[in-house]
């Protein structure tokens, strides 16, 4: 049978923490991952910038016979899935599915918070984009969202940074800000999942009471209850066990490098043009 494989697409590398939680819960399943690295990163551009990008990157997946895609990137859930689902799906692929990561994250933030505060870390275009502040308050309309951009992380993460003594200044700047909004938060939400590669120093710099949830997990078993509800989807995808990987970036080593501290596992990746992407 023609391979047809679950797709995973991210601005870089952070969909990666994504993915790694993914594979752990639904093993055996083929995958390939797709990291649009040379025109990232994606959280300071524009909409339309960003629907063009991830619609590109989308459209390769399913030429590569991918029947269901995951957004694995809060910035392009934020700013693309709505249009990818509701107009260009409809147009020219009503067979094919795409998921994001805000809504299953959303549906259960909530239920992490005691005092009913939320704290949203995130890029700046998922923090503009209120896309956190409407699907919390349609799930639990009763929770207080406040929201953060912190738009040195994920560059500070992408190069190679973040363990370094020098971070901890940028990690705490954000923090600061975010506290600043209300001292009752006692859940933070990190909407960005390259930020899980510094969960360690977020933690350290707040208070121990305070949870601080990455999505990976969350996105995994959202996606297992979805197949379980879905077996015209389930049943068309190959289940060989492969992973394989491309970037947009022609430095495959590099990308090769980081990809693995943030699957906790060897990457070894295919080179793929951003100007041989499927246009729109």
Same mark, same amino acid.
């Given at each position: 049978?023609?391979?047809?494989?679950?797709?995973?697409?991210?601005?870089?590398?952070?969909?990666?923490?994504?993915?790694?939680?993914?594979?752990?819960?639904?093993?055996?399943?083929?995958?390939?991952?797709?990291?649009?690295?040379?025109?990232?990163?994606?959280?300071?551009?524009?909409?339309?910038?960003?629907?063009?990008?991830?619609?590109?990157?989308?459209?390769?997946?399913?030429?590569?016979?991918?029947?269901?895609?995951?957004?694995?990137?809060?910035?392009?859930?934020?700013?693309?899935?709505?249009?990818?689902?509701?107009?260009?799906?409809?147009?020219?692929?009503?067979?094919?599915?795409?998921?994001?990561?805000?809504?299953?994250?959303?549906?259960?933030?909530?239920?992490?918070?005691?005092?009913?505060?939320?704290?949203?870390?995130?890029?700046?275009?998922?923090?503009?984009?209120?896309?956190?502040?409407?699907?919390?308050?349609?799930?639990?309309?009763?929770?207080?969202?406040?929201?953060?951009?912190?738009?040195?992380?994920? #560059? $500070? *993460?992408?190069?190679?940074?973040?363990? /370094?003594?020098? %971070?901890?200044?940028? +990690?705490?700047?954000?923090? !600061?800000?975010?506290?600043?909004?209300?001292?009752?938060?006692?859940?933070?939400?990190?909407?960005?999942?390259?930020? #899980? $590669? *510094?969960?360690?120093?977020?933690?350290? /710099?707040?208070? %121990?009471?305070?949870? +601080?949830?990455?999505?990976? !997990?969350?996105?995994?078993?959202?996606?297992?209850?979805?197949?379980?509800?879905?077996?015209?989807?389930?049943?068309?995808?190959?289940?060989?066990?492969?992973?394989?990987?491309?970037?947009?970036?022609?430095?495959?080593?590099?990308?090769?490098?980081?990809?693995?501290?943030?699957?906790?596992?060897?990457?070894?990746?295919?080179?793929?043009?951003?100007?041989?992407?499927?246009?729109?």
């Amino acid at each position: 049978m023609h391979q047809q494989p679950i797709g995973i697409f991210d601005s870089g590398f952070g969909g990666l923490t994504v993915f790694k939680s993914i594979v752990e819960q639904l093993p055996g399943y083929d995958y390939i991952y797709m990291g649009d690295n040379a025109r990232a990163p994606y959280g300071n551009r524009s909409f339309n910038t960003i629907h063009q990008y991830t619609w590109e990157c989308v459209q390769w997946l399913f030429e590569q016979g991918c029947p269901l895609v995951i957004l694995a990137c809060n910035t392009a859930s934020a700013k693309a899935l709505r249009t990818i689902q509701q107009q260009d799906l409809k147009s020219g692929y009503p067979d094919k599915r795409v998921l994001g990561v805000i809504r299953p994250t959303a549906e259960v933030i909530g239920d992490y918070s005691q005092t009913k505060e939320i704290g949203v870390l995130g890029t700046k275009g998922t923090v503009q984009s209120g896309s956190y502040l409407l699907e919390i308050q349609n799930f639990f309309p009763d929770i207080k969202v406040h929201q953060q951009a912190c738009p040195l992380w994920v #560059p $500070l *993460i992408e190069n190679g940074e973040y363990d /370094q003594p020098g %971070a901890d200044y940028f +990690v705490k700047l954000y923090l !600061d800000q975010i506290m600043a909004q209300s001292q009752n938060i006692d859940t933070i939400l990190l909407a960005c999942t390259h930020y #899980p $590669l *510094i969960q360690q120093k977020i933690e350290a /710099q707040l208070p %121990a009471n305070i949870k +601080v949830v990455a999505q990976g !997990d969350i996105v995994a078993k959202s996606l297992v209850d979805y197949l379980q509800r879905h077996p015209e989807i389930e049943s068309k995808l190959t289940k060989n066990g492969v992973n394989k990987f491309y970037t947009t970036t022609d430095d495959t080593a590099d990308f090769d490098h980081h990809a693995s501290l943030f699957f906790s596992a060897p990457v070894k990746s295919t080179f793929i043009s951003a100007n041989d992407l499927v246009k729109c």
